[in-house]
């Protein structure tokens, strides 16, 4: 049997984002900008696409801007506001230490270009509060970004208050959705967002295109110089296969939300339920705060690498944390934040569900993983230090 159980890291294409990509990649490939027949058509293509997402996301469709994904619109939404910050002297900038690399490494770098960065801790259940936010706000703040979920526990914060709180202190507020969007409901005004990144490969649409909503009003300038695309914010013949792509398995993903959310929270929960039964085994993250089809369980004594090589030899393609650190040896930076030790944040294994996976498959999932950890744990000093009293448990 073959499993998918990564859908954090990205998705299948969805039958009908494959089929409306289709056309733009034959007989409509025309440049939007050109002003004949099959430019135009591409052009008409682009705005409903625009209209459609905006209508999701519950904003205008002038308030959307394409880009090359997650990563870019992260990029953007933060430098914009480091940069309409700056004008007026305000260089602080509030995040959580638990956010994706996108959002972090380019605080990293503002960082050495003279901003002050406050990481908020995570509590250990994944969660940052808006209190928290709010005690952290500074009369030079210029920017809040905390993440919608997070990708590698699946933990949804409170962003409706996080948002109320920048709102009321009047600082732009930005959330990294790309893991929301498409899985939980989220809509910019409801939610008190500013600016918020999308990529559409994590909602069965194609890789190498997400959006950046930017609230009218809310200042943004661009990564990319060039033509006049995007209003001038983002230069570059758009992508459009990939924009009408997009935004028709959004329109699927939101028009299925309940059902699919039904089915997934379903599926994780035998997945917690049965996995916790491993002894010495700890969730990761809040029970109930969580993305309908993310589970993310360390394991006492067992090294995450082995884990997911012995799971991929019996078809099951899983992950430890997230696609950007694997290869590296450094524990996540996610499961550090949480307060997980190094040895307990190196056994961890993550399963993220779409609505293609079955419940055989989760019974296939169910029926190996125990038989993987007690393998490896038979090979280990450490666990048998640990059975033999010689160390003591973490997790108990
Ligand atoms: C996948 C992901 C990104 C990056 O999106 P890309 O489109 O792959 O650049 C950013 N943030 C989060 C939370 C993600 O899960």
Not at 261 to 284: F, G, Q, T
Request: charged share 25%.
């Amino acid at each position: 049997m073959y499993v998918y159980a990564d859908n954090a890291a990205t998705t299948a294409m969805s039958e009908t984002a494959v089929n409306a990509m289709l056309p733009y990649l034959r007989s409509d490939f025309g440049n939007p900008s050109s002003l004949y027949t099959v430019g135009q058509k591409a052009k008409e293509a682009l705005c409903k696409a625009r209209e459609n997402i905006a209508k999701n996301l519950g904003c205008e469709a002038r308030e959307i801007y394409f880009t090359s994904g997650g990563s870019e619109a992260d990029n953007q939404a933060i430098r914009s506001a480091a940069e309409f910050g700056a004008r007026k002297g305000k260089k602080h900038i509030i995040s959580t230490k638990f956010e994706h690399h996108a959002v972090l490494h380019t605080l990293r770098k503002l960082k050495k270009e003279g901003f002050e960065i406050t990481l908020l801790d995570v509590h250990e259940n994944g969660i940052v509060t808006a209190e928290e936010v709010a005690a952290a706000i500074r009369p030079d703040t210029c920017l809040v970004t905390v993440m919608y979920a997070n990708n590698e526990i699946g933990t949804v914060q409170p962003i409706r208050e996080i948002g109320k709180v920048c709102r009321e202190n009047k600082i732009t507020f930005h959330t990294d959705a790309v893991q929301a969007v498409g899985h939980i409901p989220v809509n910019v005004r409801d939610d008190n967002i500013d600016m918020l990144s999308l990529s559409a490969h994590k909602f069965h649409g194609p890789k190498g295109v997400g959006v950046l909503f930017v609230r009218k009003g809310v200042y943004i300038s661009n990564l990319i110089e060039g033509g006049a695309q995007e209003r001038g914010k983002r230069a570059g013949t758009e992508n459009v296969p990939g924009i009408v792509s997009m935004a028709a398995a959004l329109d699927e993903a939101c028009n299925n939300m309940d059902k699919t959310s039904a089915k997934l929270s379903s599926m994780r929960d035998r997945l917690i339920n049965e996995l916790l039964k491993i002894p010495h085994s700890v969730l990761n993250g809040d029970i109930s705060h969580r993305l309908p089809g993310t589970v993310n369980i360390c394991f006492e004594a067992i090294e995450g690498e082995s884990l997911l090589l012995l799971l991929d030899a019996k078809g099951i393609s899983a992950s430890s944390g997230s696609a950007c650190t694997s290869g590296s040896l450094d524990p996540s930076h996610v499961l550090l934040a949480i307060g997980r030790p190094h040895e307990i944040a190196h056994g961890s294994l993550r399963l993220s569900l779409s609505d293609e996976n079955t419940d055989e498959q989760i019974d296939y999932i169910i029926q190996e993983v125990p038989k993987v950890v007690e393998y490896l744990r038979g090979m280990s000093p450490v666990w048998r230090d640990l059975q033999e009293g010689k160390r003591n448990y973490v997790i108990q």
